[in-house]
């Protein structure tokens, strides 16, 4: 060791003459001083054992990153500012729709309108605006008037509908309701364009004596049909607007579209409606139907009008040995088996009907079941009574965000009817499309739409046009506009969830795949908040659903879900009781060492001060 470090003093020669020699030259021995004193040092101590400690602590320090690199969790910026920032925007300026409102009145009488009548008839109309809703997704309402007559058209200064004079007069309202409707959308130019929705209300003059009436069409229109003045008129004008085209006919106090009510459509945007027909004893009778015919075909256009919703599959079956579970009773005088309103919750059988079968509700699709029950021999006819003693007209009713069902009593069905001992049967297709029509008006109550409209509140009669898509396009317009409202608030409140979490789990990894799933759903919500802005309501549903689903994408990652996450007391617990002790040691060795060599030094420095001492004397 002496070799290596250098620090012990080398023998004296051997022979006697340089004993000697060295004796009377050299300065005392350290064998010659007292014990007390520490042995002089005569050659500079080396560094070599020093070198050798600190090389191997040096080691250790530089591989404490590398370790630490070795355990870090990947974790991908989110942009929580960004989240944030669109949180803030949402709560001080909810998403709210421009609209138009156009009112168009035609009058039957010689020479030209004033023009200054449309002027008044607007700003009549615009102070009727404070009634709508808090609730009510419109933003800013443009209000334009033309007044049309035999002479010619006069329109307010802020016209905007695309309305063509001449093509429609007021004699042209005494035709069939259907025809007079699409002449209208003809005269608006289809109306189906992208921008800012207008809607049109046209107030047509008929002196016939039969009274007024009001008309809501298939499209964006209403018309008035009677004598009535300027004051009533405008009156009329702004209860269709606001009751019917800006809240859907929902009443106060009502449960419906934006009073709470959640739309049945999946997180990821998809919704599977699930067709079922249940034969409840197949010993009895068993039906079969042609769904796939006739159904699907009936469907399609409610499915390709509630695209910008949701993206909706149609899937169907016949299902056997299906009984109720609710209890019904026979009641002669209405010549059938009754089942009360009270009796409905137990009604669906969970244990005998295999419903849930579907093969296209994937991840977190959401599935509508409708039901058409069959009723046995000995429980046909099975009839719904209402809780004002009445029975029901469709026979049917719906289980919010499950379905509805449909009560089917088969033909010729009466009380003690014999067994028909499993005869194959098929519905007809009226009874099929009878059927579908009930189905399509519970579709629309589970949206929160009205099945059907009554004229509460209108004074007047009133009467709604039927769509063969099952859904007016005003009733779409305002599903849009709901729709997308809900979609921004829901993927907000999950990005925020998602920004929470991540902050609260610093050791929770963040794959790439998340964080760019957080700034595509970023993305899309600008861009539903843009169009609504516009006015442009079913891009910006899409928009909506597009957003939240990515954000439900990003929270529900598999990456999140299958790991568990400890805290950083944790992770030094695992990790210290193999690294602490060895560190620790060679960290005592180095003190150590360094300790030794001041001292050698400190002991040569004392040699050389005495060395020079004594050179002086």
């Not at 409102?101 to 030209?112: E, Y």
């Not at 009510?136 to 010619?152: E, H, K, P, Y």
């Not at 015919?293 to 056997?320: F, H």
Request: include cysteine; glycine fraction near 8%; aromatic fraction near 8%.
């Amino acid at each position: 060791m002496a070799e290596i470090a250098g620090d012990e003093t080398p023998p004296l020669p051997s022979s006697s003459g340089a004993e000697e020699s060295s004796l009377l030259s050299s300065p005392p021995s350290p064998t010659a001083t007292s014990g007390d004193e520490p042995p002089p040092r005569t050659r500079k101590p080396g560094t070599k054992r020093l070198v050798l400690t600190a090389s191997v602590l040096l080691s250790f320090l530089v591989g404490l990153p590398l370790l630490l690199k070795s355990t870090e969790i990947h974790r991908s910026p989110l942009p929580s500012d960004a989240i944030a920032d669109l949180s803030r925007r949402l709560q001080s300026h909810p998403p709210s729709f421009p609209c138009g409102l156009h009112a168009v009145f035609l009058r039957s009488g010689p020479g030209s309108p004033v023009a200054s009548l449309a002027d008044q008839l607007e700003r009549a109309i615009s102070t009727q605006h404070h009634l709508l809703p808090a609730s009510s997704t419109a933003g800013n309402i443009s209000v334009s008037v033309t007044v049309q007559s035999d002479g010619g058209c006069t329109s307010s200064a802020a016209a905007a509908s695309p309305w063509r004079c001449g093509l429609v007069s007021a004699a042209d309202s005494f035709h069939d309701d259907e025809v007079f409707d699409e002449l209208l959308h003809s005269a608006l130019g289809g109306g189906d364009g992208d921008g800012m929705k207008v809607y049109t209300i046209v107030i047509a003059e008929d002196d016939d004596g039969k009274g007024t009436r009001v008309v809501i069409g298939k499209h964006r229109h209403a018309w008035v049909v009677g004598k009535v003045d300027e004051a009533e008129a405008v009156s009329l004008i702004s209860k269709v607007f606001i009751k019917y085209f800006m809240n859907g006919g929902i009443e106060e106090g009502e449960t419906g579209i934006g009073k709470g009510e959640f739309m049945p459509v999946g997180s990821d945007g998809n919704v599977v409606l699930s067709f079922s027909l249940l034969n409840a004893d197949p010993n009895d009778w068993v039906y079969d139907w042609e769904f796939k015919n006739i159904g699907e075909r009936i469907l399609t256009p409610v499915v390709e009008a509630l695209q910008p919703v949701a993206d909706i599959n149609i899937e169907s079956q016949v299902l056997y040995h299906t009984p109720k579970s609710s209890y019904s009773y026979s009641d002669d005088k209405l010549g059938g088996n009754v089942l009360s309103m009270g009796d409905i919750p137990f009604f669906v059988n969970s244990n005998e009907w295999h419903l849930d079968t579907s093969i296209s509700a994937t991840g977190r699709s959401k599935v509508l079941q409708f039901v058409v029950y069959i009723p046995s021999a000995r429980e046909c006819p099975l009839y719904l009574q209402l809780p004002d003693g009445e029975l029901s007209k469709t026979n049917a009713f719906i289980s919010p965000m499950w379905g509805g069902v449909v009560i089917w009593n088969p033909p010729g069905c009466s009380l003690g009817s014999k067994k028909a001992h499993g005869t194959q049967r098929q519905m007809s297709s009226q009874e099929l499309m009878e059927t579908l029509e009930i189905f399509i008006g519970q579709l629309r109550q589970l949206f929160g739409l009205k099945p059907n409209y009554h004229a509460q509140g209108m004074d007047v009669a009133t009467k709604f046009l039927v769509s063969e898509k099952g859904f007016a396009q005003w009733e779409l317009d305002l599903l849009y506009r709901h729709h997308a409202c809900s979609n921004l608030l829901s993927c907000v409140a999950t990005l925020e969830s998602l920004s929470s979490l991540v902050q609260s789990l610093p050791r929770m990894i963040v794959m790439d795949e998340i964080g760019r799933q957080v700034e595509l759903s970023l993305e899309a919500a600008s861009l539903a908040q843009r169009n609504a802005t516009l006015g442009i309501g079913d891009s910006s549903a899409v928009s909506a659903t597009r957003a939240r689903a990515l954000a439900e994408d990003a929270f529900f990652h598999p990456s999140i879900m299958s790991i568990s996450y400890a805290s950083v007391e944790h992770y030094f617990a695992i990790y210290m009781p193999f690294f602490a002790p060895v560190c620790l040691h060679v960290l005592l060795a180095a003190i150590k060492e360094l300790k030794r060599y001041k001292v050698e030094r400190a002991k040569y420095s004392a040699f050389l001060a005495s060395q020079s001492q004594a050179t002086t004397s």
